[in-house]
């Protein structure tokens, strides 16, 4: 299987499915073809340090000598939000309003739709443009904060469209209204950048299993996916049921053949790859290479 030239893969699929798993194999296949990669997770709860199964030492995990694993929080990303804009942002609003900065930030979260989710991906294109790595594997959230962390850029965009109508009408005392436009411009120019980088330098990695559930669900990730114009390369169906040895997996698999076999009929113009149910839980290096063989082959390639 041939890796997408594009410099950020992002693996998406609903909980539970392998996401993490098949990211963390994917990196090592990028690494060990000599690319420096950092995988980054912004799953609420993740779990790169569980499935590498290494300690993590700092914020930036060292696998090896160009592998790096990062888990990056929501509160990290509000954070950072605040240290890139607060001061700024603060200084113009608290000219009009009595509020203590605390409960400014909350507040400026709340009115803008999707803040926090703007700047999680605002964080995935500074790492991008960095030229710190080679490959960024993206293990995003589950599929429904996925969708709408996508969403986020176009609606920001829109908001901040229309914003300067509402905001310079704002009597800020003896300060300029210059203030406050500019900044609604820089985000303006952000969710635009941030757009761009979803489109353009992001491969889509969908990660599913062969369950009724899950497929439907493909239907609804598909179309929000083209609706925002994003490239999506590959189909990973994962926990495939390969070695049979009592009728309650002869039929368990006899059902994954019909949905793999729906999958591939649907989608049958993407890279459909499948994994098999190991008969141990993946986590370390070692069984991180047996899915990455799978997928890539035993070579480097």
């Known amino acids: 299987m041939k890796i997408s030239d594009r410099k950020v893969i992002m693996f998406a699929g609903k909980g ?58 929501e509160d990290e990303i509000k954070e950072m939000w605040d240290r ?13 309003v009595d509020i203590e900065y605390d409960v400014f930030v909350d507040f400026i979260t709340s009115i803008l739709p999707g803040l ?21 594997i993206w293990d995003t959230a589950p ?9 986020v850029p176009e609606m920001l965009y829109e908001h901040l469209r229309m914003a300067p109508r509402i905001y310079s009408h704002l009597k800020l005392g003896g300060m300029s209204k210059r203030p ?37 669900q493909m239907e609804r990730v598909f179309a929000e996916f083209k609706h925002f114009g994003l490239n999506i390369s590959k189909i990973f169906i994962n926990n495939c049921i390969e070695e049979v040895d009592s009728k309650f997996m002869r039929t368990k698999r006899e059902q994954q053949m019909v949905h793999i076999a729906t999958i591939k009929e649907r989608y049958a113009h993407l890279g ?14 070692d069984r991180l290479n047996d899915v990455r063989a799978t997928l890539f082959g035993e070579a480097n390639s």
């Open 143 to 151: 599929l429904g904060q996925t969708l709408g962390l996508l969403k």
């Open 84 to 96: 890139k804009f607060g001061e700024e942002v603060y200084e113009v609003f608290s000219s009009f």
């Open 116 to 136: 926090g989710e703007e700047f999680m991906v605002d964080y995935i294109r500074e790492l991008a443009i960095s030229n710190a790595y080679d490959r960024i």
């Open 272 to 285: 459909i790859y499948e994994i098999p149910l190991f008969p141990v839980e993946v986590r370390g290096i």
């Open 16 to 73: 539970g499915v392998g996401k993490t798993t098949c990211a963390s194999a994917t990196a090592l296949q990028c690494a060990n073809c000599g690319e420096r990669v950092l995988i980054v997770s912004t799953d609420p709860t993740p779990s790169l340090i569980d499935i590498f199964n290494i300690e993590m030492t700092k914020k930036l995990t060292v696998v090896s000598d160009n592998l790096f694993v990062l888990e990056v929080s």
């Open 180 to 216: 406050i436009l500019d900044i609604i411009g820089g985000w303006c120019s952000l969710s635009e950048d941030n757009i761009e980088l979803l489109k353009n330098d992001v491969d889509i990695i969908i990660v599913t299993i062969p369950e009724a559930l899950a497929v439907e």
